[in-house]
């Protein structure tokens, strides 16, 4: 396995043709912009790539004939398009590497419908997943889905996504029914239904989901929804050690508990919540959990759980009784990474994002934490522990060339070890730039090939955010 | 839209070079074979077509490697290629209709490791999904997907079936976690992983599930396995109408409740299933229930569906109490398509296969009892209604086109009216042949020349059960 550094691949940047320019702002007006400071926004994300090159325009699409109207231009004189959510992308996946524009949907922020019998919502892709649950939240629904940022539906859905929710309620993948999307030569394609299950032809609502805006871009998305659990408890419980924690995890997983909520933080972590966050959790390894069902099924679950708590040497849970405290938990959980950021000034962090099988897990985060204390690097480490998916980050000064390599090298064993487990490199940041020598080693190369194919196939001239998930 | 007909499409034979047989013969030896009955057994399927062509040969394929050199000879000598497994297609997608050699794998039948601790078995194709339960059983494991046939996990994962337990436990798209699949060229590809999700690259398991042959032979399967359920109660319930059944049933799903199964019988297939399994269930409009959980979750369960279901005038619940009966009630279920066979004697099924937002159920459902009245002609209608999805079977004498014609004409305007309702001509069962038009007018145009391109792309000698899904 090459080791991928996250210094930038080598920028080979393609011909923007002034004559596309000009007439993207002869269509788009105002709303294409070439203002360096709007350019510069639009080419950075929250991955430690630096010195990114921006796009040469942005264009502010406000309705699915903008996107097509763009991408049509595109097209036509082969420039890279580059869609753009809240920029809330951890692996590179919105740094122009060869030029081109931007189209940034955040304007596009229309929630469409809501069908509150069928638990579906069909959604803009520039609204974000805090937007959907303050929509629905009124009909006694909610969207479980919920990365660290509050990112847009459109970029969740483009790198398949998940978060705390997923060991209950699944990821992108199973919580996308339908796309709108506008295809490499501004084409509209609709894929899926309503329905709950198809065998209707090829699945081109997963192929789009993770695709990364390398085979479209998204401008209609019907996500699935669930009525609010009946009862919902949160509670935290602290153990001697993060491999105590993840032992506990692995029993509650294996013992079917339908827990909707398990997650991992180290007392580094907890450390920089509380700080961040005005909380005084016990700073030592962490499970917060959450249960919903109903009255009885909440109290079975909690009663499970605790056993299988006390069996890995657990503290009595804190419960968090309110709908106020619950929130104010999340939200700590939530804003860990930026927590963990302010841990160390003017730091950056590289975040592996490993995902193993259930049974390897222990072993994994006990390995990756040994790893990081023998050479003395900052980090934290959180995890959606329930699905088998955790977050080393190492917390690096940009300035230290030592500080990246030795941080790459650590990522790169971390990873190496968990495709050897059965296990993937990334459980929901996606490949982006940062991971594309990872996923040669991890798929193989036929299965890269094969993905290669695909976008040859339906992008021939390879203008949808190139240079993305592979060479 | 025009009426797909269950006439067979144009027989197009390709060439088979005596040359490839004998290539064939020389690597397989006993394993392939030309015989007339073999060959006539391949060339069928539970579809209703007559008249239907057979493969030019049959290799019996016992490893990988054999599915490898069997596809590397088609591949060189262009000749089609059909996976087989038991054969218990519904909608034709054995059928050698552009000629070429079946390729069996229903010798590939090991179980080849079951990972308790992660809940993950890995087969070969030809496993059925019975043999699947007998293996994981003594773990206390099981794998819920049950089409009415005991089909291979091949087959399943080829056309993305479901079954009685999907409303709990989701599809092949949810329950398939990796694949080894043998390519155009003869390649092996390997997709997904051991781990619960994934971010890396495009979802190839995706889009090989329910692919129906046409971009790969599967050689393994991973799948995910569920705990069994501490508790599992079955009962019936039976409706003085069909609406009232599929109104309950409607409020069951937008209650949240996670039944496990939830299961229409029309009164008629009550009938042919008692005369068939030698039961005595009153022949009304009919639930079948299953809740799985904790003791006090299942009552709970219960006590909610038992006033819902009073409120859509309900008979009593009648509880299959022991495994036994359990166990036979649901055999009954599985046997209702041979049972309303049975019941015509002579008779062969055109199968509808719609699935649609839930709100819109009980609509289409009464819609189609009363169009297939009006017209008198034989039928039986069951449903996984949990998922919005249910079977017409028009039981036509295969001699009569008139009758035919009449199944076709209703089977067109049921399909209609979901799509027009948001939903799919095919909720499990697959395009293959019958449902072709159907997949035009579901997914419209710019989709189906997407997947056409996928499939030029990954295939361009069209040897892959070519002619399935599309033209």
Known sequence: MTVQLSELPEVRLRDVPPAF????????????????????????????????????????????????????????????????????????????????ISIDVSRMDR????????????????????????????????????PGANATIGGMSATRASGTNAVRYGTMKENVLALEVVTSDGSVLRTG???????????????????????GIFTEITLRLYPLPEAVMAATCSFPSVQDAVKATQDIIQMGVPIARCELLDGISVAAVNAYSKLSLPEDAMLLMEFHGSPNGVKEQIETV????????????????TP???????????????????????????????????????????????????VKLPYFLVGHVGDGNFHMGYLIDPASEAERELAEQLNHQLVARAIEAGGTCTGEHGIGLHKRGFLE?????????????IKQALDPHNILNPGKIFQ
Chains 1, 2 share one sequence.
Not at 201 to 210: A, F, K, P, W
Request: hydrophobic residues 45%; proline residues 4%; aromatic residues 6%.
């Open 441 to 453: 080693v991890e798929a193989g190369t036929v299965a890269v090939n094969m993905m290669k194919t």
């Open 21 to 100: 320019i000009d007439a993207l702002k002869a269509r788009f007006g105002s709303n294409c912009s070439t203002a360096e400071a709007v350019r510069a926004q639009h080419g950075r994300d929250e991955s430690a790539f630096t010195h990114v090159p921006a796009p040469t325009a942005v264009v502010f699409a406000e309705s699915r004939q903008d996107v097509c109207d763009a991408v049509k231009l595109a097209h036509q004189y082969r420039v890279p398009v580059i869609p753009f959510g809240v920029g809330s992308s951890l692996e590179g996946h919105l740094l122009a590497i060869e030029g081109g």
């Open 324 to 374: 106020e405290a619950r929130t104010k938990l999340w939200a700590a959980r939530h804003h860990a990474f930026f927590a963990a950021l302010q841990s160390r000034p003017g730091c950056v962090a590289i975040t592996t994002d490993a995902c193993v099988p259930i049974s390897r897990l222990a072993e994994a985060v006990t390995q990756a934490v040994d790893e990081v204390h023998a």
């Open 193 to 215: 239904s309503r329905a709950r299950k198809s065998s209707a032809g090829y699945d081109l609502t997963r192929l789009m989901v993770g695709s990364e805006g390398t085979l």
């Open 111 to 146: 929630v469409i419908s809501i069908n509150n019998e069928d638990l579906t919502v069909t959604v803009q892709p520039g609204v974000t997943r805090e937007a959907v649950n303050a929509a629905v939240r009124d009909q006694g629904l909610f969207f479980p889905i919920d």
């Open 306 to 321: 605790q056993d299988i708590a006390a069996e890995h040497h657990g503290a009595d849970f804190q419960w968090a009784e």
